[in-house]
């Protein structure tokens, strides 16, 4: 038998396709094989805080591998910074570690994006057992090639450009459509280049709206009907106006052409995972169970070239997976004609 007896389990951050997978995956050995007991930490660490939990049993996990969300619940809230937005009058920190060891946890799996594993890592610090799985639609999580959700999102933003390429065509227009990615542009790059984008826009790719329209008003003389556009939310734009609406209105002014933005927002989040996502999410769960059987505390599970690994908390912390202007997606699209905005460098 184990000497693990009980687990805490959360789920933080931005909710993701696959968060009840990757929960599925983690109890249910732990539970039926192990004789382990898990509690289920409502609303990220803010259930830690307020020791809000649920006591995970068999029948709990029947039903929720394809279920979108997140059974637990979850909040952005973040422990260790001040002026967060609940109980900014206690110490959040010493109340999660005092919880913990009332509830009884030898160790506590933390699912979630950048700030889930920074927090994980100084919770780690604070001497509690901490075990990570990363997860993020946006992919930007350092030290692992993929997070599920990615793929899902990157599945409904393709779909939804799939559906834009009709009506635009229809209407000679050119449309514009604003995916998620703050920092990180994956999204933007794989939907665009899986759906056909003309124009795609990342965080990590300076372009010039000059440049953008030129594209157009090219295209529009080569006789192209129409143009679709993916831009990511966090492109350079003025601070008061959406990416879409900021490109969009760029594009109507310099080339006189009917724009139309559509804004894909939260429905990139939702609903059911794909397989491929309930899968990575199954092997991260697992994966993190047997670190949790080793005693392997202050990890979190990485996948590198499709293998199995872990990484130190403390060597993600920080850090940003980020869309390389050099990378192979990158230069696949440009080699079929995809612009990215970027200034052209004539050769002298
Ligand atoms: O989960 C990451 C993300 O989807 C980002 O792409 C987006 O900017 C952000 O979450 C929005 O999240 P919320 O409005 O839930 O804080």
Known sequence: MSKIKRIGILT???????????IRAVSKPAILKYGIEVYGISSGFLGLIEKEYINITENRLSGILTLGGTILGTSREKPFKKSSLYLDEIDKPQQIKDNYKDLGLDCLVCIGGNGTQKTAYRL???GLNVVGIPKTIDNDIWGTDTCFGFDSAVSIATDAIDRLHTTANSHRRVM???VMGNKAGWIALHSGLAGGGDIILLPEIDYREEVVADFILKRMTDRHGATIVVVAEGIRKPSNVSAGKYISDVISGLTNLE????????????????ATDRIIATRYG???LDLILKGDFGKMVALKD?????????KVE???NLVSPKHKLVKSAKSLGTCFGEKIHLKK
């Open 12 to 22: 933080a951050g931005g909710d993701c396709p696959g968060l009840n997978a990757a």
């Open 124 to 126: 780690s610090k604070l």
């Open 318 to 320: 920080g850090k940003l």
């Open 286 to 288: 697992t994966a993190a």
């Open 306 to 314: 499709d293998h199995m690994m872990t990484i130190d908390l403390e």
């Open 259 to 274: 724009s139309r933005v559509t804004v894909l927002g939260y429905i990139q989040r939702g609903g059911t995972p794909t």
């Open 176 to 178: 514009v459509i604003e």
